[in-house]
């Protein structure tokens, strides 16, 4: 009864209180073993080691087959900023995520750079670190400045970093980038752009205010292009890591990203009035560009291809902060893909 006085030091009292402890004690003994073979389990599952959680994301141990969606998650909440993966089939699915995190990200082949910035001491420092499907940190490479640019090449043997060395937008009149191609086995540094033998109308072309940056790789992982810029104009160049040469192909060319089957190249071009970007497509066998429907003023990001049609880009607008779509088709309008999320690296194998 609820107001009878009960004495517990007597012995009957004492002997039911450890008999109840030692219950409990069982009980969560059991649920112990049962929660780790239950994580053990789906670490070891086909899934890849695949763990759900209440909140609507899993986490997952290694990248899952493609073609899926690796990207920074940019949800507001405690895994802000970490790398994470949606198939492209449900991009609007729980969205996996890695034990990563990184401000710039792209992955091939089973190969991946990530660029950080460490701000917990002074100076900054700013690193990048090459990782595999499962998310080991194999090489860490020293960086000079803050990330704006990362691609690996489509067979995962070689990645390019860009970073800016002075300013921290195109934008800025003065700005410096520096941008570097290492090996992804071995972090070893293979090139830097800037000791390239450039030509330009088959002569010798230098200056010492040389920029570099906006890599794409061609799929033999040794071709690639990349913007140069210099006394104020950009230029598209395409170059080989192998031979340390360069040529200018054409002007007016910035942040260029190669589509799958190597005919065609997205880029963006400053605009006419105001600053800003507009998107624009190159068609590399006749040399004849078009204009994308972007609908948003300026998009300012090197994109990547979703398919052989169809590019994405981070971008931030009112119907939504994320990962949109885009046809190169230069009518269809583009639609948001992922809401909160940043980097995009289509990944298909």
């Excluded at 006085?5 to 112990?32: H, K, M, Q, Y």
């Excluded at 090996?183 to 752009?193: C, E, F, I, K, V």
Aim: charged share 25%.
């Amino acid at each position: 009864m609820k107001n009878q006085s009960v004495d517990e030091t007597s012995p009957g009292v004492s002997g039911r209180r450890r008999r109840s402890i030692f219950a409990v004690g069982c009980v969560l003994a059991v649920l112990t073993v049962f929660g780790y073979v239950a994580l053990t389990s789906s670490r070891s599952s086909g899934r890849r080691g695949v763990q759900a959680t209440s909140d609507g994301v899993e986490f997952v141990t290694s990248v899952p087959d493609g073609p899926v969606l690796l990207f920074r998650n940019a949800a507001p909440g405690p895994l802000y900023g970490r790398l994470a993966i949606v198939p492209l089939s449900q991009p609007a699915g729980p969205r996996q995520i890695a034990p990563i995190s990184c401000e710039r990200v792209h992955y091939a082949a089973g190969w991946g750079i990530c660029m950080v910035t460490d701000e917990s001491r002074l100076p900054i420092r700013y690193t990048a670190f090459v990782f595999d499907r499962s998310f080991e940190r194999r090489q860490t490479i020293a960086l000079t400045g803050p990330p704006i640019r990362a691609r690996v090449a489509p067979d995962g043997r070689r990645a390019a970093l860009t970073v800016f060395e002075r300013g921290h937008s195109y934008a800025d009149e003065a700005f410096s980038t520096k941008t570097i191609v290492v090996d992804t086995a071995s972090g070893r540094q293979l090139a830097d752009l800037e000791d390239l033998m450039i030509e330009k109308d088959g002569r010798p072309f230098k200056s010492v205010d040389f920029n570099f940056w906006g890599v794409t790789f061609a799929r033999d992982g040794d071709q690639f292009f990349a913007t140069l810029k210099t006394r104020g104009k950009r230029y598209l160049v395409r170059a080989s890591v192998n031979l340390g040469k360069a040529g200018v192909v054409r002007p007016d060319v910035e942040c260029p990203s190669l589509s799958p089957d190597g005919s065609l190249i997205v880029f963006k071009k400053p605009l006419e009035r105001g600053v800003g970007w507009r998107l624009h497509v190159l068609d590399l066998a006749t040399g004849a560009e078009r204009p994308l429907n972007q609908i948003r003023r300026s998009v300012d990001d090197q994109v990547d291809w979703f398919d052989n049609h169809q590019v994405v880009y981070h971008d931030s607008a009112s119907e939504g902060t994320g990962i949109w779509v885009l046809p190169v088709d230069g009518i269809t309008p583009p639609r948001l893909l992922l809401a909160h999320a940043y980097s995009p690296a289509i990944v298909r194998n």
